[in-house]
């Protein structure tokens, strides 16, 4: 079809060094987190920081072990302390107080406690955070939509993560493509912001793109973006 790039996530094929690409997602960040930001975007910005912390903290762990086999979990483990920064803030933000004095509503996020979600086993994160994501999408109505999106980026990140095992160095390679994982949920994160974006500015769609410096970026190349997870 004549239009397909137009309905393909364009940051996916990103040809840029780390640091940059940081530079890159940092100034969307920042557009999105301004006071005067739309709605639409401004609920955005929580789940852009999260993914972009998470990249940010993998660059030494990726490049400084000098292996394949234990950046599998390195990856891992880095991804599930963002996840535990995400619960953490939440709670404190978002669920405790729309809970305060309804303990029995409380047991619907945390079935075992909020310890029992932070402090997890490596064999039940996946399934304890999945109920988390659930638990919060179903009480929208309460929180806003706002933490259960988040939510439910960071667990199709931790998800892939989780899936690859560690040790085999074609897996690790076939996830983490040029840099990694992490970026690549910033790819879905930025693409997110760019799709509200367009939403949000339909008439003077100029002003969406305004929301990235392009001009940080290297020429456009078209190419195989990384396998979606």
Not at 46 to 68: D, E, I, K, N, S
Not at 70 to 90: H, L, M, S, V
Not at 130 to 147: I, R, S
Not at 188 to 200: F, I, Q
Request: aromatic residues 8%; positive net charge.
């Amino acid at each position: 079809m004549l239009f397909d790039d137009k309905y393909d996530n364009h940051f996916l094929h990103i040809d840029c060094g780390r640091a940059k690409f940081i530079t890159f997602a940092d100034y969307t960040l920042t557009a999105v987190s301004k006071p005067d930001a739309p709605a639409a975007l401004a609920a955005l910005a929580p789940a852009l920081a999260l993914v972009l912390a998470a990249f940010g903290g993998h660059v030494v762990a990726r490049t400084g072990g000098g292996g394949t086999a234990q950046t599998a979990t390195a990856t891992e483990d880095g991804q599930w302390t963002a996840i535990k920064a995400f619960i953490t803030e939440t709670d404190v933000k978002a669920v405790r107080p729309a809970y305060f004095g309804n303990d029995e509503g409380l047991l619907t996020i945390y079935p075992a406690k909020l310890g029992g979600l932070t402090q997890a086993s490596k064999a039940t994160r996946l399934t304890k955070f999945e109920a988390y994501v659930q638990a919060l999408e179903g009480a929208a109505a309460l929180l806003t939509a706002a933490p259960g999106q988040a939510a439910r980026l960071l667990l199709k990140d931790y998800r892939a993560v989780a899936s690859t095992k560690a040790g085999t160095k074609s897996g690790v390679t076939a996830l983490i493509g040029k840099l990694g994982p992490e970026a690549e949920a910033v790819c879905w994160a930025l693409w997110d912001v760019h799709c509200a974006g367009l939403a949000v500015y339909a008439r003077s769609p100029r002003l969406a793109a305004a929301l990235f410096d392009y001009a940080l970026l290297p020429t456009k190349k078209r190419g195989t973006p990384p396998p979606q997870l």
